[in-house]
Nanobody
């Protein structure tokens, strides 16, 4: 059974940093695309960033230059380093891993940016 366990969310002041982690278990995921999505209250879930098995990355325009996604295939873990956080980054962040016809989601971790 595949499980994704996220950690690292919390409350941070504007301009601060957080690092999210998502550890996958139940299979091997080196060939999967791994990514982070977020959903703010009253808004649709949106892609924040993702990374392919060979390390190619894609970012939402709103986080380019501030967020960095990375992965450790030896640990089946994906990370999201978030710097220069803004109030509009407040959301529940979800880990996702996927390949053709298969997609798994984490339970979500709350990130709140507020003074």
């Amino acid at each position: 059974q595949v499980q994704l366990v996220e950690s690292g969310g919390g409350l941070v002041q504007p301009g601060g940093s957080l690092r999210l982690s998502c550890a996958a278990s139940g299979s091997t995921f080196s060939t999967y695309v791994m990514g982070w999505y977020r959903q703010a209250p009253g808004k649709q879930r949106e892609l924040v960033a993702d990374i392919t098995s060979i390390g190619s990355t894609d970012y939402a325009d709103s986080v380019k230059g501030r967020f960095t996604i990375s992965r450790d295939n030896t640990k089946d873990t994906v990370y999201l380093q978030m710097n220069s956080l803004k109030s509009e980054d407040t959301a529940v962040y979800y880990c996702n891993i996927r390949r053709i016809r298969t997609s798994y989601w984490g339970q979500g971790t709350q990130v709140t940016v507020s003074s």
